[in-house]
């Protein structure tokens, strides 16, 4: 059964520090990860979506990487900003693209 | 990406009631879930809302507890029946879009059983 783990389980910074968000699966047997942001109350938004073939995706201020062989990925957020603040999941689909969540790094960006 | 809405956006429902939660896609997608998330916790699949057939629930969650509709490709509703306090969560529905298999979440229903 898929495992997946999200550490730090939160993290709270001073405005423009750049950070990294960590992610680790039990099962490399993966076809894509997924990170997402969640703010309080609301839905996710998909952040960025990386296939097993890749080692990187960016999107902006953001970038994640995927090591599938050691089961793990990161979320990388330079410059952060107070807008910043929120939940971010990991998540990695099993068989019908059924995802599995991380429990999430609720992150504060401190002005 | 998916247009996705999801009515009622929250709700307060009296123990013993079932609610029907709606979930409409601006474009047909083949793939659509339905999520919980209770208080401080991460998402939990419900189960697959399946076109034309039977939805497929995931290791405890069952029909009747949770009765799922997808008459379309477009639409797909869920019921929380015999509600109780613990059934206090948001609900969220999801779709899978393109050929990278991107999902793409609903913003939610927040429920609240008393």
């Known amino acids: 059964k898929q495992e997946v783990t999200q550490i730090p389980a939160a993290l709270s910074v001073p405005e423009g520090e750049n950070l990294v968000l960590n992610c680790s699966f039990t099962?490399?047997?993966?076809?894509?990860l997924q990170w997402f942001r969640q703010d309080p109350g609301k839905g996710l938004t998909s952040l960025l979506l990386?296939?097993?073939?890749?080692r990187e995706q960016t999107s902006g201020r953001l970038n994640a990487s995927l090591d599938k062989s050691s089961g793990r990925s990161t979320l990388y957020i330079a410059a952060s900003q107070p807008g910043d603040s929120a939940t971010y999941l990991c998540?990695?689909?099993?068989?019908?693209?059924?995802?599995?969540f991380g429990e999430g790094t609720q992150l504060t960006v401190n002005p | 990406s998916a247009v996705i809405s999801q009515k009622p956006s929250r709700d307060i429902c009296q123990r013993g009631t079932s609610l029907t939660i709606q979930c409409q896609v601006d474009?047909?997608?083949?793939?659509m879930f339905w999520y919980r998330q209770q208080p401080g916790q991460s998402l939990t699949l419900i189960a697959t809302?399946?076109?034309?057939?039977?939805?497929?629930?995931e290791s405890g969650f069952v029909i009747d507890k949770f009765p799922i509709s997808r008459p379309n490709l477009t639409f797909s509703t869920l019921t929380v029946s015999n509600m109780s306090p613990e059934d206090s969560s948001i609900y969220l529905c999801?779709?899978?879009?393109?050929?990278?298999?991107?999902?793409?979440f609903g913003p939610g229903t927040r429920l609240l059983v008393l």
């Open positions: 474009s047909q997608v083949t793939m």
């Open positions: 099962d490399s047997a993966i076809y894509n």
């Open positions: 998540a990695v689909p099993t068989s019908g693209s059924r995802l599995t």
């Open positions: 809302a399946n076109q034309g057939s039977e939805a497929t629930y």
């Open positions: 999801s779709v899978v879009i393109g050929s990278k298999e991107t999902q793409y």
């Open positions: 990386i296939q097993s073939s890749q």
